[in-house]
Structure formats: structure tokens, C-alpha cells
């Protein structure tokens, strides 16, 4: 009996960690989608896509595991990283890239807050880091 409780503890759903990768990269894309389209194309019509930032987002993500494992400087090593791929995918300078970086990290927190409200609470952003 004590063991069954142990193992039921000790299951992994491989389903779960799919949807919540799903969730979190989808978050990720939404944060940065929303803030593409406030800082980088601003009072332009059309823009780029919800697929693409989601595809921005999940580069960004891989930019960030790549880079920010060094010792003493990995976190700002990641987070140039980051800021360089949205360079990369979005037109405009670093400057554009370090802003549309920032509201996607603050998109990304609010989206998080308001998916805690409705009990989902250990998602996280997947492609924004500190999230």
C-alpha cells in the first residue's frame, strides 16, 4: 500500500510536460507577438504573425539554454542572446529589440498572473526569460 502511494506520487505523464510546453510556448509567443506590434510596428497596418512570434519565441528560448549556462556571466550572455534573436526576427535596431524584449516580459507577466487567477499556476513563459 505505502509503496503504490510512492509510485503514484513518482508517475510522469509524458502528455502533461507536452501541454504545458505547449501552454508555455504559446504564452511565450503571445507576449511577444503583443509586443511586436506596440514597439515595432506601430501604426503600421498588417505586421508580422502570431506563428512567427511564437517561432521567434521558441528561438529565443534555445538562444537562452544555449547561452546562459556559463558561469559569472551567463545570464547576461542569455539575455543579449535573446534580445538578439528578436533583433534578428523583427526589423529595427538593438535599441527596438532591448524595448520589444521588455514589454514582452511584462506581457508575459501579466499573462501569467491572470492564468494563476484561474488556477494554472505552474506554467511559465517559454522564449521570455524571468518568466
Known amino acids: 500500500m505505502y509503496l503504490d502511494t510512492l509510485l503514484q506520487f513518482g508517475r510522469f505523464d509524458p502528455l502533461d510536460g507536452v501541454v504545458v510546453f505547449a501552454v508555455g510556448l504559446l504564452v511565450g509567443g503571445g507576449a511577444i507577438h503583443v ?4 514597439v515595432v510596428f506601430r501604426g503600421e497596418p ?9 517561432l521567434t519565441a521558441l528561438l529565443g528560448a534555445v538562444a537562452w539554454a544555449l547561452l546562459s549556462w556559463i558561469p559569472l556571466f ?5 539575455l543579449v542572446g535573446w534580445i ?6 523583427y526589423p529595427g535596431g538593438w535599441a527596438k529589440a532591448a524595448v520589444t524584449g521588455a514589454a514582452a516580459w511584462a506581457a508575459a507577466v501579466v499573462a501569467l498572473a491572470a492564468l494563476e487567477l ?3 499556476g505552474s506554467v511559465s513563459a517559454l522564449g521570455v526569460p524571468g518568466t
Open 35 to 38: 509586443a511586436a506590434r506596440h
Open 46 to 54: 498588417g505586421g508580422l504573425t502570431f506563428e512567427h512570434a511564437v
Open 74 to 78: 551567463g545570464a547576461l550572455f542569455g
Open 84 to 89: 538578439g534573436v528578436i533583433k534578428w526576427r
Open 118 to 120: 484561474i488556477g494554472l
